[in-house]
Each structure stands twice: as C-alpha cells, then as structure tokens.
T-cell receptor
Framework: KQEVTQIPAALSVPEGENLVLNCSFT??????LQWFRQDPGKGLTSLLL?????REQTSGRLNASLDKSSGRSTLYIAASQPGDSATYLC?????????????FGKGITLSVRP | ETGVTQSPTHLIKTRGQQVTLRCSSQ?????VSWYQQALGQGPQFIFQ???????GRGNFPPRFSGLQFPNYSSELNVNALELDDSALYLC?????????????FGSGTQLSVL
C-alpha cells in the first residue's frame, strides 16, 4: 500500500527566503508525481507534474525534483513571497488505466512572513 | 481556472440524510474521480469513473456511490450520512497531455453533517 509523507506539517519563513519542501513515498512503482497548492477551504491547484521517467520540472520560481529509486521528491520555491502562503500537497499516481489513483500526503502549511 | 465546476459549494445536512454532489468537467475529460478531504488531512480517493463505468474504488462503503454522464458531468451520492462524512469533497477530471495524464480539480463542496 502506497504511503506518502510530508514533514514538517507546517513551516514559517521570512519573505525572500529560498525553501525546500520534502515528500517521501514508500512504493517506487509510480506513474507520476504531482505537487499541488491548496488555499484554505479551496480546491487543489496543480503546480508541477513529473513523470516517473523525469528527474525534475520547473515553472517560474518553482522547481520540483524526483528521485524515484529513493522514494523522494522536493519542491523548491525561490525568493518566497507572502502570496506563496498556502498548503502544499504532494501526490503520487499508481498505474495508468483501471484503478489508477492519486495518493496524497497530508500537506505542508507554509506561511511566508512579510 | 481548471475547467472543473462543483456544486453546491457548501451544504449542511443532518445525520441519516442523503446527499448528491455534482461535478462538471471539460469536454474530452473522460475520466472523473472523487476525493474526500477531512480537515487537516490529504484527500482520500473514493472512486473513479471512466466512460460512465466505475473502474476503481478506494476504502469507502457502498453508501458512497456515483454516476458519470455522457456530457462529462458526474455525481457523488452519499446515503445514510454520518457525522464523520463531514469533509471537503473534491472532483477531479483527467486529460492526457504530451507530458502525461494530469488531474484538474474543482474547488470542492464543503459538506457539514450535524
């Protein structure tokens, strides 16, 4: 059974700091890994999608890496801003087709102080 | 904007009642999945529909059921509501892209069971 862990549960940093959010998963047989952002009481916004054959993806100030063999992914946020304050969720997807689903971590709640 | 719309946004029910939640996704998104997110937790997979047939289910009892329609809309029905059913219910539709199959989430329905 796939399990996804995100530690710590919460993080507070001053504006402008570069930071890394960690995600680990127990079963390396994944199809892809996705990072999401969630604002309080809202749905999920996809940030980055990494296929199992890829090592990293970049979008603006965000960079996500994937080390499938060790069951780890990181989300790097450069020059953090107060608008980055949200919960960041990591999710891995199993086999394509029937029974494919996302398994989520509990998320990391990030607070960026002005 | 993900192109996935959920209704209603908020709902209050009492224990034992039945509820229907609705989701509308973009044309061409032929796979829809539903997730339950309790407060402070990551979303948990309920089930997935592909071309109007259920083709994957998480660890949820049969009183959670669903439908998918040819117009890419879908429903989540929950019978005999329990207090623990209080959660944010998220609908996600899938689209195959050049970089893989990506999930797009709606903003969710916040269900409170009293």
């Amino acid at each position: 059974k796939q399990e996804v862990t995100q530690i710590p549960a919460a993080l507070s940093v001053p504006e402008g700091e570069n930071l890394v959010l960690n995600c680990s998963f127990t079963d390396s047989a994944i199809y892809n890994l996705q990072w999401f952002r969630q604002d309080p009481g809202k749905g999920l916004t996809s940030l980055l999608l990494i296929q199992s054959s890829q090592r990293e993806q970049t979008s603006g100030r965000l960079n996500a890496s994937l080390d499938k063999s060790s069951g780890r992914s990181t989300l790097y946020i450069a020059a953090s801003q107060p608008g980055d304050s949200a919960t960041y969720l990591c999710a891995v997807r199993g086999e394509v087709g029937a029974n494919s689903k996302l398994t989520f971590g509990k998320g990391i709640t990030l607070s960026v102080r002005p | 904007e993900t192109g996935v719309t959920q209704s209603p946004t908020h709902l209050i029910k009492t224990r034992g009642q039945q509820v229907t939640l609705r989701c509308s996704s973009q044309s061409g998104h032929n796979t829809v999945s539903w997730y339950q997110q309790a407060l402070g937790q990551g979303p948990q997979f309920i089930f997935q529909y592909y071309r109007e047939e259920e083709n994957g289910r998480g660890n949820f009892p049969p009183r959670f059921s669903g439908l998918q329609f040819p117009n890419y809309s879908s429903e989540l029905n929950v019978n005999a509501l329990e207090l623990d059913d209080s959660a944010l219910y998220l609908c996600a539709s899938s689209l195959k892209t050049g970089s893989g199959e990506k999930l797009f989430f709606g903003s969710g329905t916040q269900l409170s069971v009293l």
